[in-house]
């Protein structure tokens, strides 16, 4: 089968796309999980994820890059397996300009000439070993949807946020609007959790699911940045879930690591499990210094340059 593979990058050291921003929101970074330096600091990561996927994934047909207006310095354009795709392409005016990727990743079905199968990753993503489309669909062609198991997730939440009376974060909460959109108009409730790395879906199944739940997903498309009543992409894997269109796999460390660039103990977990697929995730507890270790590190990890670089 054809793969194609979506990333979202932006460049959040550009002073003009900083100054577009700050003019929507009408504030600079606040430190917040939802607007803090580390939801859009621009490591090189898009390069060595790259690097990655022509060491591992030669299979891959084309690589989409959704950007706002910026393509990085480094990237050849000229590659015929590459095209950048503006946000203009694929939102519709309400929602421009977008700082949300709980917004934009609603309409990257909506990529002219995107395969029916794709991969969509964030640029902080990577590919660890050698894999074939297998590892990401079934021989049938449906999804490999992998999850962290979270059997009593719906009742925690109650209880961390009405009995306990803590806040649920912005990220838990909007997986859980999706959760619950789905309980309401398929009938079950999925607790379980993305495994926050490279996902696999079908173009035409998320055309329909976006058809089914119109109604919840456009009145967030006005939200710039991001907001605790924005539908989660989980949206797409549980309806497919309950509609028995995918194969649900649950994650170990050996299969999918998250790696938290301020715990610096993490380096030495994803050498020791060796995972399938890990993602370097950056956040509003991370500093300066943990970010020029994440550039030196995949530097070690991915040294030769790329066909995708200039």
């Known amino acids: 089968m054809e793969v194609d593979l979506v990333y979202l990058w932006v460049n959040g050291n550009d002073p003009q796309w900083r100054a577009k921003r700050n003019a929507v929101i009408g ?24 690097r990655a996927v022509e060491m591992y994934a030669p299979w891959i047909r084309k690589i989409f890059i959704v950007t706002d207006n ?20 694929i939102l519709p005016p309400e929602a421009l300009p977008s700082f949300n990727s709980s917004v934009i990743e609603h309409f990257i079905c909506r990529i002219p000439g995107l395969s029916e199968h794709y991969l969509y990753a964030n640029d902080d993503m990577f590919i660890n070993r050698p894999v074939t489309p297998l590892d990401f669909f079934t021989p049938n062609g449906f999804p490999i949807i992998r999850f962290s198991r ?11 946020e009405k009995v306990l009376h803590k806040k649920i974060s912005s990220y838990n909460r909007k997986i ?8 309401r108009k398929l009938g ?13 879906y079908n173009k035409s ?23 605790d009543r924005d539908i989660q992409r989980n949206l797409y894997s549980y309806a497919a879930i309950v509609e028995k269109q995918c194969r649900l796999e649950y994650v170990s460390q050996k299969t999918s690591f998250r790696f938290h660039i301020d715990n610096h103990e993490h380096y030495s977990k994803l050498e020791k499990y060796n995972p399938l697929l890990f993602c370097m995730n950056d956040s509003e ?13 995949l530097n070690t990890r991915f040294p030769d340059k790329s066909a995708f670089e200039k």
Not at 27 to 50: H, I, M, P, Q, W
Request: net charge negative.
């Open 285 to 297: 507890y991370a500093v300066p210094a943990d970010r020029e270790l994440v550039t030196e590190y």
């Open 27 to 50: 504030r600079t970074e606040d430190g917040s999980a939802v607007n803090c330096e580390g939801r859009y600091a621009d490591n090189d990561e898009l390069k060595f994820s790259l």
């Open 150 to 160: 979270r059997p009593f997730r719906k009742l925690t939440l109650f209880l961390k």
């Open 70 to 89: 910026q393509v990085p310095a480094w990237l050849d354009t000229s590659n015929p397996k590459i095209r950048i795709v503006d946000h203009t392409e």
């Open 188 to 200: 079950v409730y999925i607790g379980d959790k993305s495994h926050h790395n490279i996902d696999s």
């Open 205 to 227: 199944y998320c055309q329909r699911v976006y058809d089914m739940f119109r109604e919840e997903i456009e009145p967030t498309l006005p939200h710039h940045v991001r907001d």
């Open 176 to 183: 859980q609007n999706a959760a619950r959109a789905v309980e």
